[in-house]
Each structure stands twice: as structure tokens, then as C-alpha cells.
């Protein structure tokens, strides 16, 4: 296990402030380029009227919500994730970059399913995708706290738990809305709009035994 008790072995670690700037940089660009799904087409403004073309991006503007909300909260779950984490190594590196990866085809796949709405191929790519951005993220918390690797030994038991709860809250939700597509419900996305009631029986129910000794 590394541990960043002398300056030879900090040395062998990178600072985190470059990769957290790069991870800024990139939920800012994909959540920006979100909005590109919502361009009307170039016949548009010809062919329909103001009102029939800002009805017709409603499926689009919807799924917009959706893709900007769900990457501020992996935004923020992220920025926590590294508050709690002293040094990154390399692979912890090569886990974020991955995670990046699938930031950056957000836009895409909400720019489809807004594109062919209610579409099963197109629905299940959005929350694949949603859902593996979920896993990648709680799987860098894992590696980070296997053994404290990455954080303070004093960091309760509590909290790791608690993140990693948190973590998979998305990735469940994903997963359970990928099946409820399958079977052939054209709105499985509205499925999202239950994250803030998931969220809270997780924190009354699931989290609410917290040891005493514990903050």
C-alpha cells in the first residue's frame, strides 16, 4: 500500500489539482455541448412555425434535463470524492481518464435520444451510458479507499460507506430503467425523476444506522 509518509514516496505521486482542473474543464464542455441537441434544422424556420418548432424539441430539451442534472451530480460526487483524497497514482489516473471517456459521450447520446425518442436502441445507449459513468466513478472511490490507498487513515468507516451508497445510486437507477426498456416501456427515462426519492430512502433507511463515535 502507498502512503505518502516521506518526500521520495510523495514524489512517486501526482498532485491532484492538474487532473481535478482537467475534470472540470471536461463536465463544463460536455455539459455545455449538451444544449447542441436542441439546434432546430436548417428547413425548419421555412417549413413550421415558431410554435410547431419549439414543441417539436420538447423530447430533446427534456432529455437535455436530464443528461445536465445527471452530470452536475457525478460533477459533485466527483469533486467530493477528491476532497477526501490526498494523492492520486497512476492508476487512479488511468480510472479517471476511462471515466472521462463516457463524460464526453453524454452529449452524444442525449443528442440521440433526443433524436429518436421513445426509441429502444436509442434509450438503451443513454442509460448505458449513464450507468457505466456511475460504476467507473464508484469504482475510482473503491480503489481510492481499498485499504485507505488514497486517503487518510482517519477517514470513518461511515463515510466510505456512505459515498460509496451515494455512488451507486445512478448506476441502480440506470440499470433498472435499461430493464423496464427492454420490456418495452417507451418513457423508461422518466425513471430518472425518482432519483430525489431514491436518494432520500437511501440516506433514512439504508444510512441511517451511523455508528456514534462517527461523523
Not at 505518502?4 to 472540470?24: C, I, Q, V, Y
Not at 481518464?97 to 447520446?109: N, Y
Not at 479507499?145 to 448506476?171: A, F, N, Q, T
Request: glycine content about 6%; charged content about 15%; aromatic content about 14%.
Amino acid at each position: 500500500m502507498v502512503r505518502p509518509d516521506s518526500a521520495e514516496t510523495r514524489s512517486e505521486l501526482m498532485e491532484k489539482n492538474r487532473l481535478e482542473g482537467l475534470t472540470d474543464g471536461i463536465f463544463g464542455f460536455a455539459m455545455t455541448l449538451l444544449v447542441a441537441s436542441m439546434i432546430l434544422p436548417r428547413n425548419a424556420v421555412a417549413t413550421v412555425s415558431s410554435s410547431d418548432a419549439l414543441l417539436s424539441l420538447l423530447p430533446e430539451f427534456y432529455h437535455y434535463i436530464i443528461g445536465f442534472f445527471v452530470l452536475a451530480a457525478f460533477w459533485m460526487g466527483h469533486h467530493e470524492q477528491l476532497g477526501k483524497i490526498h494523492h492520486i497514482d497512476q492508476n487512479f489516473i488511468l480510472l479517471n481518464i476511462i471515466s472521462l471517456f463516457f463524460v464526453t459521450l453524454v452529449p452524444f447520446s442525449t443528442s440521440f435520444i433526443g433524436d429518436y425518442d421513445s426509441d429502444v436502441l436509442a434509450t438503451f445507449l443513454f442509460m448505458f451510458n449513464l450507468m457505466i459513468l456511475g460504476l467507473l466513478f464508484s469504482f475510482q472511490w473503491y480503489y481510492a479507499v481499498r485499504s485507505h490507498r488514497l486517503v487518510s487513515p482517519d477517514l470513518p468507516e461511515y463515510y466510505i460507506r456512505k459515498r460509496m451508497v451515494h455512488g451507486l445510486l445512478l448506476p441502480v437507477i440506470s440499470f433498472v430503467g435499461i430493464i423496464i426498456c427492454v420490456i418495452g416501456f417507451k418513457d423508461s427515462t422518466m425513471i430518472y425523476m425518482a432519483s430525489p426519492l431514491v436518494e432520500y430512502i437511501a440516506k433514512h433507511k439504508i444510512l441511517a444506522k451511523k455508528p456514534g463515535s462517527e461523523e
